[in-house]
Each structure stands twice: as C-alpha cells, then as structure tokens.
C-alpha cells in the first residue's frame, strides 16, 4: 500500500467507526425513549385509575 492508499483506508476506517457509534448512540436513546415512555404510559394509568376510583366513591355517596 502507497502511504496515500494508507491514508485513504485510515480515513474511511475513522468515518466507519464514528457512523457505527452515532448509530449505537442513537439506539440506546431510542431504547431510553422507550423506557421512558412506557413508565408514562404507566404512571398514567394509575391516574386514571386513581381518579375512576374518586369518581366511583363520589358517585356512590
């Protein structure tokens, strides 16, 4: 290999290795997305779980 060919290789190899890492960034933000979202979706039904059981007892009394 010509030191040009060389430089060549080691600036796609760079290139490779940064693309693989934003992809491997963006899944795990992805997979926090994910996280956070069904912890939401979660919390959200104990609210309105909470609150059907406000509106049950109110309706009763």
């Known amino acids: 290999m ?3 060919t060389s430089s060549a290789a ?3 190899d ?5 693309i ?8 795990d933000a992805s997979d926090a ?7 939401l979706k979660a ?3 104990e609210a309105v ?3 059907d059981d406000v509106i049950a007892r ?4």
């Open 2 to 4: 010509t030191d040009q």
């Open 10 to 12: 080691a600036r796609i």
């Open 14 to 18: 760079a290139a490779i290795a940064r």
């Open 20 to 27: 693989e890492a934003a992809i491997g960034a963006r899944a």
């Open 33 to 39: 997305l994910a996280r956070r979202h069904a912890a």
């Open 43 to 45: 919390r959200m039904a």
């Open 49 to 51: 779980s909470a609150l």
């Open 58 to 61: 109110g309706g009763a009394g």
